[in-house]
């Protein structure tokens, strides 16, 4: 199928770039999953850029997790590991000298710390730990020191046999939420999934009210394996056992892959949940009796990407943008965007915009006007002059009270299979900059070997906090705060 997107810019002809600004570098014999974090690790007063990348799978990377100069792309360090550094990075300072450090996760088990100013490696997880056989880890969120060494410890999520067939039930180990030290990587608890099935799925993790205790969503099953849906406690991973895990939701054909969101959508003020199930299923849940809220089914889709929320609609309930695959994995060729409405669950907004891609839209208010837009990156296919298909990536503004979709990037060359861009003010000019990768070869889009990362200055004004500027949201953590 062939595709050629044409998008008419009217609503924000006012979009500038700052050149001297803007950048962008390539990377050759490598490629990107992970979505961009930043923090500032040289001291200069822009925030640097921090990702994951790799080669094809089980390959290992000499620059496995790169850190680069947000002032013009030039590599701060780099480090290597012996497969694909899929996530997206947490930032802590963990060595006291007031600068972020680096936690990152990714296949074959890959799990560490990184020094964000030198990028020497703090530590790195003992895959002989505890006689299991470990997978690849997701994302991590910071949760209360647990080992009493003065540091905030780890959250996170570790599963998913590769060397299974895709549908084979037997040959598939449970997954684990893990507690981790933050300071030496060591492992502090371990509890398996309920329903003994596989975890693909990062944890979204919030305090309770009391602050005694943390609330944890997380998901089983995979693409081709039916899940559970949970809600557990910190305390019960500690103890390790979380069989008593409360049941949100079950997928009998497929599992839950991306992470949820903590967000307020009753008015109570108590966080409810809002999650998709790869079965092209978007679910909500009562934060504080776990009753359903809505369920919006989107047919003939399937959802590895996460949820984009924001104010879409004229009312004070928060709303969910989400992009879902067409098809049946593993053949996934178009995307398909809908808006759902965070009060009443009716679908206010649907469009098909580009080819398969597991990027999460960011969200901004870009007229400070109480209605956000949406940013999504979109793969497209234009001709050449041989009349030869060549695959590009754009990025697109969605003006949900207008229905109007606006191209903001020319074409660039390749296209971006799953990394989110991060929208934000890397040096504090009070402009909007947007971060963004993709791969560079025009032919096929699940290639490893060749990709760029740009940085996009613009004279668009920030008018009022980013709070869905990344994956997982402006704060990593899957946590919408409506303050």
Same mark, same amino acid.
């Given at each position: 199928?062939?595709?050629?997107?044409?998008?008419?810019?009217?609503?924000?002809?006012?979009?500038?770039?700052?050149?001297?600004?803007?950048?962008?570098?390539?990377?050759?014999?490598?490629?990107?999953?992970? !979505?961009?974090?930043?923090? +500032? =690790?040289? *001291? @200069?007063?822009?925030? &640097? /850029? %921090?990702?994951?990348?790799?080669?094809? #799978? $089980?390959?290992?990377?000499?620059?496995?997790?790169?850190?680069?100069?947000?002032?013009?792309?030039?590599?701060?360090?780099?480090?290597?590991?012996?497969?694909?550094?899929?996530? !997206?990075?947490?930032?802590? +300072? =963990?060595? *006291? @000298?007031?600068?972020? &450090? /680096? %936690?990152?996760?990714?296949?074959?088990? #890959? $799990?560490?710390?990184?020094?964000?100013?030198?990028?020497?490696?703090?530590?790195?997880?003992?895959?002989?730990?505890?006689?299991?056989?470990?997978?690849?880890?997701?994302?991590?969120?910071?949760?209360?020191?647990?080992?009493?060494?003065?540091?905030?410890?780890?959250?996170?999520?570790?599963?998913?046999?590769?060397?299974?067939?895709?549908?084979?039930?037997?040959?598939?180990?449970?997954?684990?939420?893990?507690?981790?030290?933050?300071?030496?990587?060591?492992?502090?608890?371990?509890?398996?999934?309920?329903?003994?099935?596989?975890?693909?799925?990062?944890?979204?993790?919030?305090?309770?009210?009391?602050?005694?205790?943390?609330?944890?969503?997380?998901?089983?099953?995979?693409?081709?394996?039916?899940?559970?849906?949970?809600?557990?406690?910190?305390?019960?991973?500690?103890?390790?056992?979380?069989?008593?895990?409360?049941?949100?939701?079950?997928?009998?054909?497929?599992?839950?892959?991306?992470?949820?969101?903590?967000?307020?959508?009753?008015?109570?003020?108590?966080?409810?949940?809002?999650?998709?199930?790869?079965?092209?299923?978007?679910?909500?849940?009562?934060?504080?009796?776990?009753?359903?809220?809505?369920?919006?089914?989107?047919?003939?889709?399937?959802?590895?990407?996460?949820?984009?929320?924001?104010?879409?609609?004229?009312?004070?309930?928060?709303?969910?943008?989400?992009?879902?695959?067409?098809?049946?994995?593993?053949?996934?060729?178009?995307?398909?965007?809908?808006?759902?409405?965070?009060?009443?669950?009716?679908?206010?907004?649907?469009?098909?915009?580009?080819?398969?891609?597991?990027?999460?839209?960011?969200?901004?208010?870009?007229?400070?006007?109480?209605?956000?837009?949406?940013?999504?990156?979109?793969?497209?296919?234009?001709?050449?002059?041989?009349?030869?298909?060549?695959?590009?990536?754009?990025?697109?503004?969605?003006?949900?009270?207008?229905?109007?979709?606006?191209?903001?990037?020319?074409?660039?060359?390749?296209?971006?299979?799953?990394?989110?861009?991060?929208?934000?003010?890397?040096?504090?000019?009070?402009?909007?900059?947007?971060?963004?990768?993709?791969?560079?070869?025009?032919?096929?889009?699940?290639?490893?070997?060749?990709?760029?990362?740009?940085?996009?200055?613009?004279?668009?004004?920030?008018?009022?906090?980013?709070?869905?500027?990344?994956?997982?949201?402006?704060?990593?953590?899957?946590?919408?705060?409506?303050?």
């Amino acid at each position: 199928m062939t595709f050629f997107l044409i998008f008419v810019v009217t609503h924000f002809h006012c979009y500038e770039v700052l050149a001297q600004k803007s950048w962008s570098v390539k990377y050759k014999g490598m490629g990107t999953f992970s !979505s961009p974090r930043v923090s +500032d =690790l040289n *001291g @200069d007063g822009i925030l &640097d /850029v %921090i990702f994951g990348a790799g080669r094809e #799978e $089980f390959q290992a990377c000499d620059s496995a997790v790169i850190a680069v100069d947000g002032r013009d792309g030039t590599m701060l360090w780099h480090v290597g590991a012996k497969d694909q550094i899929f996530g !997206s990075a947490s930032l802590k +300072d =963990l060595t *006291g @000298d007031g600068v972020d &450090d /680096v %936690i990152i996760n990714g296949r074959s088990a #890959e $799990f560490m710390a990184i020094n964000g100013k030198t990028g020497k490696v703090i530590w790195r997880f003992n895959k002989k730990t505890d006689k299991e056989n470990w997978y690849a880890f997701y994302n991590a969120q910071f949760i209360k020191d647990q080992n009493n060494d003065g540091i905030e410890d780890i959250l996170v999520s570790n599963g998913g046999n590769v060397w299974a067939a895709p549908h084979e039930t037997k040959d598939r180990p449970p997954g684990y939420l893990l507690v981790i030290s933050a300071k030496d990587g060591k492992l502090i608890a371990k509890a398996s999934s309920p329903d003994k099935s596989e975890i693909y799925m990062s944890v979204s993790a919030i305090p309770t009210r009391d602050s005694s205790d943390y609330k944890i969503i997380f998901g089983t099953g995979g693409e081709t394996v039916g899940g559970h849906l949970y809600v557990t406690s910190l305390s019960s991973v500690l103890k390790g056992d979380i069989s008593d895990a409360v049941l949100l939701d079950s997928s009998p054909k497929n599992g839950y892959v991306a992470p949820a969101v903590w967000i307020d959508i009753n008015g109570d003020n108590v966080e409810d949940i809002v999650a998709n199930a790869v079965e092209g299923k978007l679910v909500a849940f009562d934060g504080k009796n776990y009753k359903p809220i809505w369920s919006v089914k989107v047919p003939d889709t399937e959802a590895y990407s996460s949820i984009a929320p924001g104010y879409f609609t004229e009312d004070s309930i928060p709303d969910f943008f989400v992009s879902y695959a067409v098809g049946v994995w593993p053949k996934l060729e178009w995307s398909r965007q809908v808006m759902v409405n965070g009060a009443t669950g009716n679908t206010e907004f649907i469009d098909s915009l580009g080819f398969y891609q597991t990027s999460t839209p960011v969200v901004i208010d870009l007229e400070g006007d109480g209605r956000d837009e949406a940013l999504l990156s979109v793969n497209i296919h234009i001709y050449d002059q041989f009349n030869r298909q060549t695959l590009n990536n754009i990025l697109v503004i969605l003006d949900f009270k207008t229905k109007e979709v606006t191209q903001i990037t020319e074409p660039n060359k390749g296209g971006n299979i799953s990394t989110t861009p991060w929208i934000g003010d890397l040096d504090g000019d009070g402009l909007l900059d947007i971060v963004y990768c993709h791969g560079t070869n025009v032919r096929k889009s699940y290639t490893f070997d060749g990709m760029q990362v740009n940085r996009i200055a613009t004279q668009i004004p920030i008018k009022k906090k980013i709070k869905w500027g990344s994956y997982m949201g402006s704060n990593y953590d899957g946590v919408f705060d409506k303050n």
